[in-house]
Nanobody, 114 residues
Framework: QVQLVESGGGLVQPGGSMRLSCVFS????????MGWYRQAPGKQRESVAT???????NYAESVKGRFTISRDNAKNAVYLQMNSLNPEDTAVYYC????????WGQGTQVTVSS
């Protein structure tokens, strides 16, 4: 069964950077498009960034130019480098296939605040 474990979140000041990691079990995800998603309090979960098997990336307009998604299939991992963070980026961040499928992990909380 596929499991997803996100990590790397925490508290950061506006303008700061953070790198999230997602490690997945189940080699099948090495052959899947993957994405990072986030859910802010009182809002629906939204897609933030996606990466295809071949490495093609796509970003939500709100994070374009600030976030970078990458993957390392040898490590069964997907990463999200986040720069120039602002309070609107505060949310629980999740990874999953793109489009999302199957169970979600526990997510990792990112809080941007001074």
């Amino acid at each position: 069964q596929v499991q997803l474990v996100e990590s790397g979140g925490g508290l950061v000041q506006p303008g700061g950077s953070m790198r999230l990691s997602c490690v997945f079990s189940g080699s099948i995800l090495r052959f899947a498009d993957m994405g990072w998603y986030r859910q802010a309090p009182g809002k629906q979960r939204e897609s933030v960034a996606t990466i295809t098997i071949g490495g093609r990336t796509n970003y939500a307009e709100s994070v374009k130019g600030r976030f970078t998604i990458s993957r390392d299939n040898a490590k069964n991992a997907v990463y999200l480098q986040m720069n120039s963070l602002n309070p609107e980026d505060t949310a629980v961040y999740y990874c999953n296939r793109y489009p999302p499928f199957g169970p979600w992990g526990q997510g990792t909380q990112v809080t941007v605040s001074s």
